[in-house]
């Protein structure tokens, strides 16, 4: 698989670290020359020196050939810029980080449907650390051929959560409305901007991407 990530944050290089564990293939682009050539000597990556906002050097990051466009600078305006420009040039998948809610939204609403909010899931396994909960990751416990899938809801979403039409072996276990987290119940009406987390068999993935994959 061929990523591509536009900066170098902490959580861009840590992310490119663990894919590169795993054998994938991963290009940098950073605007810091200098940067660039400390990098070069820590990660066997791919580099592209420019501003990740250009298209000019989003092209030259050959959208074609790439499976996912990470967009993880420290600006939410310039990752959703980054990730528009991406999109228009051919870009596959977009995962645009936002730290502000109401950008998750903005992004939802452009069609920029799978941002990250890696703040919201730090802070809430640090709250749970305080009240002395010993909470797990979904994804640290599924196994097997079990999957954890989530999704922004879309217009097309918005209704009756029994109405909602799933692949068969995939079920909605809970959601965030508004930051807050919520279980479904069989008379909940889905609404546009809820974030809904999933647990599916393997089979189902192809069905989810296919709806919500972006």
């Known amino acids: 698989m061929r990523t591509v990530f536009v900066g170098t944050s902490s959580l861009s290089l840590s992310t490119a670290e663990l894919l590169l564990e795993e054998g994938h293939q991963v290009v940098i682009i950073e605007r810091d020359r200098d940067r660039i050539e400390m990098l070069a000597d820590r990660l066997d990556a791919g580099f592209i020196h420019g501003d990740g906002t250009s298209p000019d050097v989003l092209k030259d990051a050959e959208p074609e050939n790439t499976d996912m466009l990470f967009c993880l600078l420290d600006s939410d305006q310039a990752n959703i810029l980054a990730g528009l420009i991406g999109r228009s040039l051919g870009f596959a998948r977009i995962v645009p980080r936002v730290n502000d809610p109401q950008f998750q939204r903005i992004c939802v609403e ?12 730090v802070a809430s396994h640090l709250k749970d650390l305080l009240a002395g909960e010993r909470s797990l990751e979904l994804s640290s416990v599924i196994r097997g051929e079990g999957a954890v899938f989530s999704a922004i809801a879309g217009e097309q979403d918005a209704g009756p959560i029994e109405d909602l039409p799933l692949p068969d072996r995939a079920r909605i276990v809970c959601l965030y409305r508004d930051e807050t987290f919520m279980l479904p119940e069989p008379d909940m009406r889905l609404e546009e901007g809820d974030e809904l987390i999933l647990i599916a068999h393997e089979s189902a993935l192809d069905g989810l991407q296919e709806r919500w994959g972006g």
Do not use: F, I, K, T
């Open 110 to 121: 452009l069609g920029l449907d799978e941002s990250v909010m890696p703040n919201r899931a």
